[in-house]
Antibody, heavy 123, light 107 residues
């Protein structure tokens, strides 16, 4: 049974760096894209970026300069760093596994998610 | 970014009703459209991928259709556990984007 679990501080001060970790169990990290998605009432569900198991990354252009996703396959975990946070970054943050089906016609999808962690940006 | 629009934003239905939710993309995404269900305080769960493929473990009363820009999620006979918010998501072009959600509540 695949499980993902986010951890990190629930409160971050403005202008500081938000750092979260996602521990993966029940799944190899090999062959998957490990993603971060956040949800807020204002913006809804917003994809932040991913790291492939090999370490290659892709980010949402709207956050490109502030976001970093990295994978540590030896620990079966991956992490998110978001710099220079503001109140607009207050959201529930989810880690998720993106699966790409072997058949390209089936595209890709987020088939396993963590429970989510609320991060509030406030002084 | 590809914009995803869902309608209605909410609907009220009764157990046993047939429910249809629509999702529209502002450009063609062929069949690269996924549907998720989210219950309060929980993470979304995958229901349908690639427009009409049922995720393993999801009841057969859920079905998806559409291609290009217009898609639908249908619940054939609404069950008590189906009251939730449903989101569509396109995987055609990065960044992946989600619709605003359709909340299905009790009539």
């Amino acid at each position: 049974q695949v499980q993902l679990q986010e951890s990190g501080p629930g409160l971050v001060k403005p202008s500081e760096t938000l750092s979260l970790t996602c521990i993966v169990s029940g799944s190899s990290m090999r062959g998957f894209y490990w993603s971060w998605i956040r949800q807020s009432p204002e913006k809804g569900l917003e994809w932040l970026g991913y790291s492939y198991f090999s370490g290659s990354t892709k980010y949402n252009p709207s956050l490109q300069s502030r976001v970093t996703v990295s994978v540590d396959t030896s620990k079966n975990q991956f992490s998110l760093k978001l710099t220079s946070v503001t109140a607009a970054d207050t959201a529930v943050y989810y880690c998720a596994r993106r699966t790409d089906k072997g058949d390209w016609r089936l595209g890709n999808f987020f088939d396993h998610w963590g429970q989510g962690i609320l991060v509030t940006v406030s002084s | 970014d590809i914009q995803m629009t869902q309608f209605p934003s909410s609907l009220s239905a009764s157990v046993g009703d047939r429910v249809t939710i629509t999702c529209r993309a502002n450009e063609s995404i062929t069949n690269f459209l996924n549907w998720y269900q989210q219950k309060p305080g929980k993470a979304p769960t995958l229901v349908i991928y690639a427009a009409y493929s049922l995720q393993r473990g999801v009841p057969l009363r859920f079905s998806g259709s559409g291609s290009g820009t217009d898609f639908t999620l249908t619940i054939g006979s609404l069950q008590p556990e189906d009251f939730a918010t449903y989101y569509c998501q396109q995987s055609h072009t990065s960044p992946p984007t989600f619709g605003g959600g359709t909340k299905v509540d009790v009539k």
